[in-house]
C-alpha cells in the first residue's frame, strides 16, 4: 500500500502541485493539507481518494502560488504612504519637518506588506475545476505506484503459499506414518513393565487406536488446504483483498498451532514449526496488500 505521486499544474493565474503519499493503513485514513481558502477542495478529496482506495494512510497535499504571489513576495501599501503623508503636510508647510525620502517612508512599519496578506478574493470555479482534475489525476498515478508495488508483493506471496502447500503435503507424509509409529512406542514403553506377562494384541490395538484418534491431523490439513485454495484466489483475483487475507492468516496461524499441539513425533513437530513461520512471513506481506 505504499506508493507516492505528484502533478504540477498552471493555469488561472496561479501554479500549484499535487503530491500524495500512502503507506500502510488497515483502513482507508485520508490526510489531507489545503492551503487557506481552499477548504472547498477537501470533501471533493475524500470522495477521489475513496473510490479509489479501500486501505492505507494518504497524506495529500496541495500547494499554490498566484501570479501575484509569483511576481514579488513583498508590496508596497500605498494607501499607508499616502495616509502618512497627508498626515505630514501640516508640518511640511509650517516647515518643521523636512520632505520625506521615499527609503525613509518604506522604512515606516506597515509600508510593505506580504503579497498574500492583500489576497482577499477565494479560488474561482475555473480554478478549482483545473485543480480538482489534477487531483484525479495524483490519485491515479499513486493508484498505479501501488499496482505496482503489489504485482512484485503477489510474486512472493505466491512463493510463500507454495512453501506452506508443501509443508502441509510434508506434514500428510508424516501423518499417514503416525498410527504404526504410535503403536510401535507404546509397545516399547510397556514391554519394560510387563516383563514376562503375556501382552494382548487386541489390547495393544485398541490404545494404539485411541492415541492415534487423539493426534489425527486429517482435519487440520484439509482445512490447511482449503485457506490456501483461498488465499491463492485472492491473489489471482482483481479485487481489494487485504482484509481477507488478513482473516485467513489468522485461520492459517490457528490450524498450525492445533497441528503442532497434537504432533506425537519429532518430525512432525519440526514440520509444523517451519509452517508457522512461513505463515508468519506471509501475514507480514498480508499487511501491504489493499
Excluded at 504485482?151 to 503416525?178: F, T, Y
Aim: aromatic share 4%; hydrophobic share 45%; proline share 4%.
Amino acid at each position: 500500500m505504499t506508493g507516492f505521486a505528484r502533478i504540477d499544474g498552471a493555469g488561472e493565474g496561479a501554479r500549484w502541485s499535487w503530491e500524495a503519499r500512502s503507506v500502510n493503513g488497515r483502513a482507508l485514513d485520508v490526510k489531507p493539507k489545503l492551503p487557506l481558502g481552499f477548504d472547498a477542495l477537501e470533501p471533493v478529496l475524500r470522495t477521489e481518494a475513496a473510490s479509489r482506495f479501500k486501505r492505507g494512510s494518504l497524506q495529500i497535499t496541495l500547494t499554490v502560488k498566484r501570479e501575484w504571489e509569483l511576481a514579488s513576495a513583498l508590496r508596497v501599501d500605498t494607501g499607508f504612504i499616502d495616509m502618512v503623508l497627508k498626515a505630514g503636510e501640516p508640518y511640511l508647510d509650517g516647515g518643521q519637518v523636512d520632505r520625506p525620502r521615499w527609503d525613509g517612508l518604506l522604512a515606516l512599519r506597515g509600508a510593505l506588506v506580504q503579497g498574500e496578506a492583500l489576497a482577499e478574493d477565494g479560488p474561482s470555479p475555473a480554478l478549482l475545476a483545473a485543480l480538482t482534475a489534477d487531483l484525479g489525476k495524483t490519485l491515479d498515478l499513486l493508484r498505479a505506484a501501488r499496482r505496482q508495488e503489489g504485482a512484485a508483493l503477489r510474486q512472493a506471496m505466491g512463493g510463500q503459499l507454495a512453501d506452506i502447500s508443501r509443508l502441509v503435503r510434508e506434514a500428510g507424509a508424516q501423518a499417514a506414518l503416525a498410527p504404526g509409529a504410535l503403536r510401535d512406542r507404546l509397545l516399547r514403553r510397556l514391554e519394560p513393565l510387563l516383563a514376562d506377562a503375556p501382552l494382548d494384541p487386541s489390547r495393544l490395538a485398541q490404545e494404539a487406536a485411541i492415541l492415534a484418534a487423539k493426534a489425527d491431523i486429517r482435519e487440520e490439513l484439509d482445512r490447511l488446504s482449503a485457506h490456501l485454495r483461498e488465499a491463492q484466489a485472492l491473489l489471482d483475483g482483481t479485487e481489494p483483498a487485504g482484509r481477507k487475507l488478513d482473516f485467513l492468516v489468522q485461520e492459517l496461524n490457528r490450524e498450525a498451532n492445533t497441528l503442532c499441539a497434537k504432533a506425537s513425533e519429532m518430525a512432525l513437530t519440526t514440520i509444523g514449526l517451519s509452517l508457522k513461520a512461513v505463515i508468519d512471513q506471509f501475514r507480514e506481506q498480508a499487511s501491504n496488500v489493499e
